[in-house]
């Protein structure tokens, strides 16, 4: 396979956050980037049906494996017998024989390397690793009464031997399993030091991937998707200020032939415009399409939640805008302040256990088994503002094993 390189320049929106085994961010990794894009094109394969539930384990994770030694002897069979393809195509058709899917033949599984690398992440002129935004340690809602509080302390800097301290040490700290404050409130915790700026990424790639896959998933990124973790507090959101391709420099924007992905179709995409002081229960229905969230049988429950609709919703509030860069803080909070309120909607007055996994799958906990959200806070340019709303992916809620940020 003849590879190519492609470099993309991005600037952050919200911060990017890709954390190491103890959860310090001081640089950008790879492999968190890597795993984004893979996840965006996994959501939109299941959405279309490319992948089903038998792609992931039970912890949500691809499960596939390649018999290396087996797939070179068909791939030999087919070059003898094929003149006219190219090597790309028949590895595509061997792979697919033998039951690859389509994400796993282009970001990898065990055996197979994938066609969609990064060689190098730069970060350029003016970046920051550090708490930029001046973002709080935490901020919390009281369940009962609706007050929210802020905690700017924080965490201190040290250098620990392993995870099981560090998560010692935040517990002793912060009281995080003191079970009367955690019934009482809602609390969302931002992680410091993360990146703020703009960095270069350079893939490598080929041909065939770039023009199909890559440049039309990063500009579905762009739209609507995330870099690194901490999705739940709007982390991750980016925005692509050029691409270098051969030496020619594009906006994404030139590539309007190649917007969407042409392997698997057209995104399944919705956006919904709503008022931003919009009831929650109004908000959790424009979500899930469901007018009636709490179920007398299990039947009823089963039937609701089997009938979320597979595709990424986006919700835009109209009348939530701010400026740029001094006013994140504000908006991520307001976001999360509502996102907060989305709980009572899957919280009946009689705690029933069939709700309570579900309120976890999609709007996320730290509870065994954790869950990743599927409601993500939204933060987007538009017309030099930044505005905010929700990105939904509930539609993978039935998805072998959910998914974990």
């Known amino acids: 396979m003849r590879k190519e390189e492609i470099s993309v320049l991005f600037e952050t929106i919200t911060p990017v956050y890709t954390g190491d085994a103890w959860q310090n961010c001081t640089e950008l990794r790879p492999s968190s980037i890597l795993g984004s894009l893979r996840f965006w094109f996994e959501v939109l394969c299941y959405f279309k049906g490319e992948i089903g539930e038998t792609y992931f384990d039970n912890d949500g994770k691809p499960c596939e494996n390649l018999n290396y030694k087996k797939f070179k002897e068909k791939l030999e069979e087919k070059l003898k017998n094929s003149q006219s393809k190219s090597i790309e195509e028949l590895e595509d058709e061997v792979l697919a024989d033998m039951g690859i899917s389509l994400p796993s033949r282009i970001f990898g599984c065990t055996g197979w390397r994938g066609r969609i690398r990064i060689k190098k992440i730069e970060p350029i002129e003016d970046y920051c690793f550090g708490n930029r935004l001046n973002l709080p340690y935490a901020i919390g809602e009281n369940k009962e009464n609706k007050e929210n509080k802020e905690n700017n302390e924080n965490v201190e800097v040290k250098e620990w031997q392993t995870k099981n301290e560090y998560d010692q040490f935040i517990e002793e700290k912060y009281s995080r399993d003191n079970k009367k404050f955690k019934k009482d409130w809602s609390v969302w915790y931002f992680p410091h030091p993360y990146f703020y700026g703009k960095f270069k990424v350079i893939f490598e790639t080929d041909e065939k991937t770039k023009e199909a896959v890559l440049v039309p998933l990063l500009n579905i990124i762009e739209k609507y998707g995330y870099l690194g973790g901490k999705w739940n507090l709007g982390y991750g959101r980016v925005k692509i200020k050029e691409i270098i391709d051969k030496n020619i420099s594009f906006n994404i924007k030139d590539w309007k032939s190649k917007i969407e992905l042409q392997i698997i179709g057209e995104p399944l995409v919705n956006e919904y415009r709503l008022a931003f002081n919009v009831k929650e229960y109004e908000l959790m229905k424009t979500i899930l399409e469901c007018d009636k969230f709490f179920c007398k049988t299990e039947k009823d429950f089963k039937n609701k939640t089997a009938n979320i609709p597979k595709e990424v919703r986006v919700i835009k509030f109209n009348d939530l805008e701010f400026e740029k860069t001094k006013e994140i803080k504000n908006l991520i909070e307001k976001l999360l302040v509502i996102k907060m309120t989305l709980r009572s909607c899957l919280r009946p007055r009689r705690d029933v256990q069939e709700w309570k996994v579900f309120r976890h799958k999609l709007l996320g906990t730290t509870e065994k088994?954790?869950?990743?959200?599927?409601?993500?806070?939204?933060?987007?340019?538009?017309?030099?503002?930044?505005?905010?709303?929700?990105?939904?992916?509930?539609?993978?809620?039935?998805?072998?094993?959910?998914?974990?940020?």
């Open 369 to 405: 088994p954790i869950q990743g959200s599927k409601i993500l806070p939204y933060i987007y340019e538009e017309n030099g503002k930044l505005k905010g709303g929700f990105i939904s992916i509930a539609g993978i809620l039935n998805m072998k094993g959910g998914y974990n940020e």
